[in-house]
């Protein structure tokens, strides 16, 4: 009888390390990923051919909405990712609503729909959106945001957009003295906002020797803490991640189409958003925002 061993088959390839072959089920998975993330990315960049070809005349009408990046667009560079983090970074975004989708409901139990969320509810639920949004940064989108606050000269009191700094304080002036006195008060002085009514001049205002003190204050007035209202564009989703991260965290005006959308329309309900027809008349929206 021979003295010698029979070894087994895969012991060779399994002290030399594991050898994926074509019919692996790893190699079939990225073969599956990399085939589906082209197919996936052939498709948005068929829905998007508006931008990189755009209509000048439409532009110029409405130039808000142009997109000057996408002329740099280059397809060969998104095929990369396309064919490998595209689908990760997707299931990572499905787990994130999931998890929302259990947590929501739970956090705004018994929380009246038209009453705003207070007190240690609030305060939960603003840190789970910010671990959240800090969360689908890091991981699919593989960048961090930060911030810093810019001071009213820093940004030219915004005279690009709301006019000069004198037109700016003068209608601050018109809102301060309608906002808290009778236009037809036959009244005429206005100590403590710095105004005297002035029936002969065009705005119906003067400033009254106390007027000065409001040349220092910031236009349009505001107290203290943070802003009540935030106006800005947005160019996609990844802006709505950023605003959730800011010390801000702002609510917003999503359209009313999305109040009964499974996860997303309890999302903006967690921000306090206001759900907007934004087909409705100024009176309509009016009466959402009281």
């Not at 070809?53 to 808000?64: Q, T």
């Not at 006019?163 to 304080?169: A, K, L, N, V």
Request: proline content about 7%; some cysteine; overall charge positive.
């Amino acid at each position: 009888m021979s003295d010698t061993a029979i070894q087994p088959a895969d012991s060779t390839a399994a002290s030399e390390g594991v050898h994926w072959t074509w019919s692996s089920w790893q190699v079939i998975l990225l073969m599956l990923n990399a085939g589906f993330g082209l197919i996936a990315f052939e498709w948005a960049w068929h829905k998007t051919r508006r931008f990189r070809s755009p209509v000048k005349e439409l532009e110029a009408l409405v130039p808000a909405f142009r997109r000057n990046d996408a002329e740099r667009w280059r397809k060969w560079a998104f095929y990369p990712g396309a064919m490998t983090l595209l689908f990760p970074r997707f299931f990572f975004a499905i787990f994130i609503g999931l998890f929302l989708a259990i947590f929501l409901p739970v956090a705004l139990l018994c929380q009246p729909k038209d009453q705003p969320i207070r007190g240690c509810r609030r305060v939960i639920i603003r840190w789970v959106y910010k671990v959240c949004a800090l969360c689908f940064q890091l991981f699919t989108n593989f960048n961090f945001v930060t911030w810093h606050t810019l001071s009213m000269e820093d940004v030219d009191y915004y005279q690009e957009w709301l006019g000069p700094r004198s037109i700016q304080e003068k209608e601050q002036l018109d809102a301060e003295y309608n906002s808290g006195h009778d236009k037809n008060s036959t009244d005429f002085s206005d100590h403590g906002n710095g105004l005297l009514r002035n029936p002969s001049s065009p705005h119906n205002l003067s400033p009254s020797p106390s007027a000065g003190l409001l040349r220092n204050r910031r236009i349009p007035k505001r107290g203290r803490g943070p802003p009540s209202t935030v106006i800005c564009n947005h160019v996609g989703w990844i802006d709505v991640m950023a605003l959730i991260m800011s010390p801000l965290h702002p609510g917003f005006t999503p359209k009313d189409d999305f109040v009964n959308t499974p996860l997303l329309g309890t999302a903006c309900r967690g921000l306090q958003s206001l759900f907007i027809f934004r087909g409705a008349d100024v009176e309509t929206r009016q009466k959402v925002v009281e």
